[in-house]
């Protein structure tokens, strides 16, 4: 390998091991301060609680679960311009800033999909204003935007999903992720902060994965997912949210819905079930208004 390449390899991961480990928002730098006030909105769900700030996400990591609690993104049609998941890019790689790291090979032979929670697909875009984008096949283009995608591919931004009923082409979690990808942002331009979280109802009794060989992970496999849409009108300044919750199903025929819109709950029964408070800086007026209602109308117009 050229000295060149090597330099620029190793700038790329100079700027994926920058970004610190879980860290309140008072111990953050300025740079990552920036990175978490694009993708947190109006306050953190679980108060203070440290958190990974990674560039194209800010993630609450569950040491004990070894999966995200939640994940939150911001979105908007020109992060759809991810690289293509191949070479370098698609692959599953440790997180070097995580405890007890999981690694890819935890889940070879499970039966369960290495699921994305910020996914991939939003993970692209001119993040650093330099006129490159990431490419699969150039290095040395921009490392900026590399690292942006490399980072979505972390193991600690992955959760075991059902590889058929819940995020096979037919199941409701792809589904959303589709309908986000081509219909809001891609078709609509719309712009989006999204938090997508894994909820594990029985702290003290709960599945694991278990790899082919049947050895146990301690990976807890949750029985439910949400994901929270949060959209700012920008004629109103008014936030219009949109949440959806679903059991994770290992078969079609236990999906209590066919239609995606049908798994839509206000955001006050997602609070109720993990005890977050999403828009916490909202006045309780203006949060009671838009979370206590599903808003399903607003969802249904767009196409």
């Known amino acids: 390998m050229k000295k060149p390449l090597l330099f620029i ?4 991961w100079a700027a994926i ?14 740079a990552q301060k920036k990175l978490y006030k694009e993708h947190i909105v109006e306050g953190q769900p679980d108060g203070e609680k440290p958190v990974y700030v990674r560039q194209g996400y800010v993630m609450r990591y569950n040491e004990v679960f070894r999966i995200p609690d939640w994940v939150c993104y911001h979105i908007k049609p020109d992060y759809l311009n991810a690289p293509e998941r191949e070479r370098r ?15 890819k090979d935890e889940y070879t032979g499970s039966g369960f999909d290495r699921g994305h929670m910020a996914p991939f697909f939003a993970m692209g875009g001119d993040r650093d204003k330099n006129n490159f984008y990431s490419d699969a096949e150039d290095r040395r283009r921009d490392p900026y935007d590399d690292s942006t995608a490399i980072q979505a591919n972390f193991m600690s ?5 059902d590889p058929g009923a819940f995020n096979g082409s037919a199941g409701p979690w792809n589904k959303l992720e589709t309908f986000i990808r081509k ?9 989006l902060n999204i938090y997508t979280g894994a909820i594990v109802s029985d702290p003290d009794h709960f599945e694991v994965v278990k790899t082919g060989k049947r050895k146990k992970t301690g990976i807890a496999v949750p029985d439910q997912f949400y994901q929270i849409l949060i959209f700012k009108d920008k004629a109103t300044k008014e936030y219009i949210t949109g949440a959806f919750l679903f059991p994770h199903v290992r078969d079609r025929s236990d999906l209590p819905f066919e239609d995606l819109l049908d798994y839509m709950v206000p955001v006050d029964d997602i609070e109720k079930l993990t ?13 009671k208004k838009i979370e206590s209602k599903t808003n399903r109308e607003f969802w249904e117009k767009i196409n």
């Open 17 to 30: 091991i920058q970004v610190s480990g879980q860290q309140k928002f008072s111990e953050l730098s300025a």
């Open 157 to 161: 931004n992955i959760t075991p999903q």
């Open 275 to 287: 005890g977050l408070n999403f828009l916490s800086e909202l006045s309780d007026n203006a949060q």
């Open 9 to 12: 390899v190793a700038w790329i």
């Open 183 to 191: 219909v809001l942002v891609g078709d609509n331009n719309m712009e």
């Open 89 to 103: 890019f698609g692959s599953f790689k440790t997180d070097p800033q995580v405890p007890d790291p999981v690694t």
